[in-house]
């Protein structure tokens, strides 16, 4: 298969220059590899995408999937693992999506374990809906809702994920694709629950932020132990998503462990029922609604 082979017919409708093409090409990419290495089939992965300028994804990679509603992402990842576990689930949210509208749904997520993917497009603004402030938007940050400037600090969503107990964060670049494909890979091969912070930077509506990363981005990869927490944890402190130092941002693999998955530990599960095929007995059914 080739990245291209994901591709659909649909008119792209971002801005010109958006970092989610780098975040498309990528994905497109990790898919076709993982396909060809044997990882995943097509016919058995499922893509779920949130509301937002992020959720146009859904449009732009052909899969099968559901395209639900804003904030609701994870809640039908894990309905489609409950309902056939041997599908691969990638999610796709925004930073609003996710962590506004949706958080309560990313904390048990991460509580759980389900072998499920979340990606989340953070571009620190609600963008489809021109910019107003999200959970992860920095203190200061002044926009048409927040003309007095925003009043709190954004969250830290690789530590919340962390002290969360997710089994695999990390995070990647959309303008450096090569990177972010691996990134990517290995979330989605991960068994048990991966979150994928990708920093997309709003090229209208937050675009401080392009120069700042793209000055202050580095890859974790030679100095850091994925499989130690404590690193972890100060790893993912050294940005706090804020603008006023000029501080380092670390992207990569923070944290990967394992642990039993929230659907192993299902007995209804252990059976494969799923794979059982089922007739439909019509009679049974034009009966009951007689
Ligand atoms: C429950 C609900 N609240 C609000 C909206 C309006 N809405 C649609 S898209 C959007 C912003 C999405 O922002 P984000 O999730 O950060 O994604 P981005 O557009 O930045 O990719 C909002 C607030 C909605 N559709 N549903
Ligand atoms: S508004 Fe921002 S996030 Fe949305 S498509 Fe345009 S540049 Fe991308």
Redesign the pocket.
């Known amino acids: 298969m080739t990245p291209q082979d994901f591709t659909t017919k649909e008119i792209n409708t971002w801005c010109p220059g958006c970092p989610n093409f780098g975040i498309l090409n990528s994905i497109k990419e990790a898919l076709a590899e993982l396909v060809n290495e044997g990882k995943i089939s097509v016919k058995d992965t499922s893509l779920v995408a949130?509301?937002?300028?992020?959720g146009k994804i859904f449009d732009y990679v052909n899969l099968n999937g559901f395209n639900g509603?804003?904030?609701r992402v994870l809640p039908v990842c894990l309905g489609i693992k409950l309902g056939n576990p041997d599908l691969t689930v990638v999610g796709f949210?925004?930073?609003?999506?996710t962590f506004d509208?949706g958080v309560s749904h990313f904390v048990h997520a991460c509580r759980y374990n389900a072998d499920m993917t979340m990606m989340v497009?953070t571009?620190q603004?609600?963008?489809?809906?021109t910019g107003q402030a999200?959970a992860l938007t920095e203190k200061g940050f002044v926009d048409g809702s927040t003309p007095l400037g925003q009043g709190e600090k954004p969250i830290n969503s690789l530590l919340m994920a962390l002290d969360l107990g997710a089994t695999f964060v990390a995070r990647g670049y959309a303008l450096q694709g090569p990177h972010l494909k691996e990134l990517m890979k290995k979330a989605i091969t991960h068994k048990g629950f991966a979150f994928l912070d990708i920093l997309q930077p709003?090229i209208v509506y937050h675009k401080h932020s392009v120069p700042y990363l793209t000055k202050n981005v580095y890859k974790l990869e030679e100095t850091h132990d994925a499989g130690n927490f404590s690193q972890a944890l100060e790893r993912v402190r050294e940005w706090d998503y804020s603008y006023e130092k000029d501080t380092k941002v670390p992207i990569g693999v923070f944290y990967q462990t394992e642990r039993a998955t929230f659907e192993s530990q299902w007995p209804q599960l252990k059976q494969p029922w799923h794979t059982i095929d089922r007739k439909t007995n019509w009679d049974n059914i034009i009966r009951e609604f007689k």
């Open positions: 949130g509301i937002g300028c992020h509603l804003h904030g949210g925004g930073d609003g999506d509208e497009h571009n603004v609600f963008a489809l809906t999200t709003c």
